[in-house]
T-cell receptor
Framework: AQSVSQHNHHVILSEAASLELGCNYSYGGTVNLFWYVQYPGQHLQLLLKYFSGDPLVKGIKGFEAEFIKSKFSFNLRKPSVQWSDTAEYFCAVKSYNNNDMRFGAGTRLTVKP | DTGVSQDPRHKITKRGQNVTFRCDPISEHNRLYWYRQTLGQGPEFLTYFQNEAQLEKSRLLSDRFSAERPKGSFSTLEIQRTEQGDSAMYLC???????????FGEGSRLTVL
């Protein structure tokens, strides 16, 4: 069965620090990969997605993620975080052959001003 | 607002009572999903509709849970004989086609006393 692992439960950074959030999945077939973000008091929204092609994908607000197939990873990065990036970040995987999207447990990011 | 809407936003009920949640997806979206999220966890897939057809159900969805989407527009999720373990946030999401990009509502929080 598919599973998604996010290694960090809570990350605390100062503004301007660089961010990398880990995501690994277990599934051998073709997958679509996503990062969703949930700002305090708001609903989940898409940050970026990977379907095919260039494994380095860019999303909104300066975020990017790199798909490394050999490592079954899809880590999220941002060179310089801002206080407004404080949120919970969820990695998600959808296999090409079925319809349920599996989410990781989430990483809570706190950015100190 | 033309996003996904859910009602009620918060429901408090006593154990053994039945509850029903409603989801109105984005109007042109043909796919509708229900997820459950508990504290410290990512969303867990419950079920999925394409138009009015319920195409997949998770093993998490016990026989006390039933979901419908009678006309391929709004959906309802009913939980019968609620248990304290049903306390969670119930999320609805919709998408257009099989792109996998889900648009989430703000959720319906269930508290079972």
């Amino acid at each position: 069965a598919q599973s998604v692992s996010q290694h960090n439960h809570h990350v605390i950074l100062s503004e301007a620090a660089s961010l990398e959030l880990g995501c690994n999945y277990s599934y051998g077939g073709t997958v679509n990969l996503f990062w969703y973000v949930q700002y305090p008091g708001q609903h989940l929204q898409l940050l970026l997605k990977y379907f095919s092609g260039d494994p380095l994908v860019k999303g909104i607000k300066g975020f990017e993620a790199e798909f490394i197939k050999s490592k079954f990873s899809f880590n999220l990065r941002k060179p310089s975080v801002q206080w407004s990036d404080t949120a919970e970040y969820f990695c998600a995987v959808k296999s090409y052959n079925n319809n349920d999207m599996r989410f990781g447990a989430g990483t809570r990011l706190t950015v100190k001003p | 607002d033309t996003g996904v809407s859910q009602d009620p936003r918060h429901k408090i009920t006593k154990r053994g009572q039945n509850v029903t949640f409603r989801c109105d997806p984005i109007s042109e979206h043909n796919r509708l999903y229900w997820y459950r999220q508990t504290l410290g966890q990512g969303p867990e897939f419950l079920t999925y509709f394409q138009n009015e057809a319920q195409l997949e159900k998770s093993r998490l969805l016990s026989d006390r849970f039933s979901a419908e989407r009678p006309k391929g527009s709004f959906s309802t999720l009913e939980i019968q004989r609620t248990e304290q373990g049903d306390s969670a946030m119930y999320l609805c999401a919709s998408s257009l086609g099989s792109t996998g990009e889900l648009f989430f509502g703000e959720g319906s929080r269930l508290t079972v006393l």
